[in-house]
């Protein structure tokens, strides 16, 4: 991190918690105590071969689940201490105990813009602000909320803003609800009891509902940032077009290439089909040789045999070409075709091996609903879908977070750096009527377009990471200090506590 940068963020690393805790009767000298204590159980219970054989149990090695564990709250397998857990922090109704609440009916499309709703994205993510008047009107404070299908984790989020809402937020909803002639809610955090049979799913969750150090995971992050650009900085500049000074790369056009029916002549997608007016890609477009009548349908598609650099042997895919550069010299914006010096460029980062933290697992085509649209243009292999430059920044970012020893920071570093994964890939469209190139992918299918945004890591993340930080922490209630705030944020995968 630059001293500038680190002076602007006004933050210093700061250890995470430390002091005593108390955790399902057990008594231990600190949170990482805990953690291994209840991770060391873990270990043991992923040797038995019943457990494993659990339904939905996650194909992974046990270090993995380990690792990505925060026992006995967030536990990437099904969960061995949630009876424990809920005998501990539920309460049971007794035969006899009266139970009443009239159907309640609610709005569900509220909230969609809220920062914390939008810090992580998950499809079909239903927004916290939409579930909380429901865990208002059907528990109390401090009962258990169960959601078996939890996505994201949002019911968890939920349940910890039942006490954490801030007080402009308690008094609108007990304005409607007198309105109404409901009962005055009973404010105070539920418990939330998270399951998902998607790892991803219950990792999104961890990260939600877990607490972990602002301040730290933001300096962390901020130095994972800085560190990539000293080592693959290089990798976007492009010299201005007055030759004087280097302007740093914010995202590159690449075009697929087609071939004319009529002539054979090359087609670049992107020079031929878009219009630089509407910016939009014209239904019909004529060939550059020729001048017969193209449409996306009539284009053939034209390849290219490459050496696959993880497997050594060739691989066919569609031929694609950088045809635009978005780039800043300081904070002005430029556009450059690629000229020869990019293209240099291009080829001498396309020579790199591929960079060892990169999946190279083949995809189960068959298996998968968009398995025929990506095989038939190549895209075969996990690695394949991220260019030569985009696989290094992606894995530089990823190891740099998986590295982090504090179990809360890595966590909430994964958490950042995976929403990178989409958007870094082949999958990101260029959007030209779009002010923004960060995720660009179409929602819910393996779709690769004919025209790409390969975006800088810092184009992508860093706007993300302010937005983050704002997120988590205007999420604390007025008059409640940041770190009570995060005693308040108790939830997990898994189960919450407090
Ligand atoms: C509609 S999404 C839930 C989204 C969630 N409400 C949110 O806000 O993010 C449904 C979830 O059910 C999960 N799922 C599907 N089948 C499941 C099963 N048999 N057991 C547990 N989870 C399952 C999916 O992985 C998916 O995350």
Not at 223 to 235: A, F, H, K, N, T
Request: proline fraction near 6%; include cysteine; aromatic fraction near 10%.
């Amino acid at each position: 991190m630059t001293k500038q940068k680190q002076k602007n963020l006004g933050l210093s690393a700061q250890a995470s918690t430390s002091g005593p805790v108390e955790c399902l009767g057990h008594k231990f000298e600190s949170d990482a105590a805990r953690r291994e204590h209840f991770r060391e159980l873990l270990r043991e219970k992923l040797k038995d071969p019943t457990f494993r054989r659990t339904e939905g149990f996650p194909v992974g090695d046990d270090e993995d689940i380990l690792r990505l564990s925060d026992p006995p709250f967030y536990t990437a397998c099904p969960n061995p201490f949630l009876s424990e857990l809920t005998a501990h922090y539920g309460k049971a109704y007794r035969a006899g105990d009266a139970y009443h609440r009239d159907p309640f009916a609610i709005d569900v499309s509220v909230g969609k813009t809220d920062a914390l709703y939008k810090a992580h994205s998950y499809h079909t993510k239903v927004p916290h602000l939409a579930i909380v008047p429901s865990i208002l009107h059907y528990t109390k404070p401090g009962e258990i909320v169960l959601d078996g299908f939890c996505g994201s984790g949002m019911t968890g989020v939920a349940a910890l803003w039942c006490g954490a809402a801030p007080e402009a937020y308690r008094k609108e909803v007990e304005g409607e609800w007198k309105r109404e002639g409901l009962p005055a809610p009973q404010w105070g955090a539920r418990q939330a009891v998270l399951n998902d049979l998607s790892p991803a799913a219950t990792m999104i969750a961890a990260g939600y509902t877990l607490p972990f150090d602002m301040d730290t995971f933001t300096y962390r992050a901020q130095q994972i940032l800085d560190s990539v650009e000293e080592e693959l900085g290089w990798m976007y500049e492009t010299n201005h077009a007055d030759g004087s000074v280097k302007g740093r790369i914010s995202f590159t056009v690449w075009s697929e290439v087609f071939s004319c029916p009529e002539c054979a002549h090359e087609v670049v997608f992107v020079d031929e089909a878009l219009d630089k007016e509407t910016k939009h890609v014209r239904d019909e477009f004529p060939c550059p040789s020729c001048k017969a009548k193209l449409t996306k349908d009539n284009l053939e598609r034209s390849f290219e045999t490459l050496i696959d650099a993880a497997s050594g042997e060739p691989w066919k895919r569609v031929r694609f070409r950088p045809v635009l550069i978005t780039y800043k010299v300081g904070d002005r914006e430029f556009e450059k075709v690629p000229d020869a010096a990019d293209e240099a460029l291009l080829a001498r980062i396309g020579r790199l091996p591929t960079p060892a933290a990169l999946p190279t697992v083949a995809f189960p085509i068959d298996e998968m609903a968009h398995g025929s649209r990506i095989a038939p243009k190549g895209f075969t292999h996990a690695h394949h879908f991220f260019l030569p430059r985009a696989a290094a920044a992606l894995s530089a970012l990823w190891s740099r977070a998986a590295a982090e020893t504090d179990t809360s920071t890595r966590r909430m570093l994964l958490w950042f750096i995976e929403q990178a994964v989409w958007g870094l890939s082949v999958m990101n469209r260029y959007s030209p009527s779009h002010f923004s190139q960060v995720n660009r992918a179409l929602n819910g299918v393996y779709y690769i377009a004919s025209q790409h945004s390969e975006v800088s890591p810092w184009y992508i993340l860093d706007g993300k990471l302010s937005r983050l930080t704002k997120a988590f922490v205007g999420s604390k209630p007025p008059g409640v200090r940041v770190d009570q705030h995060r005693q308040l944020r108790g939830a997990a995968s898994g189960i919450s506590v407090r």
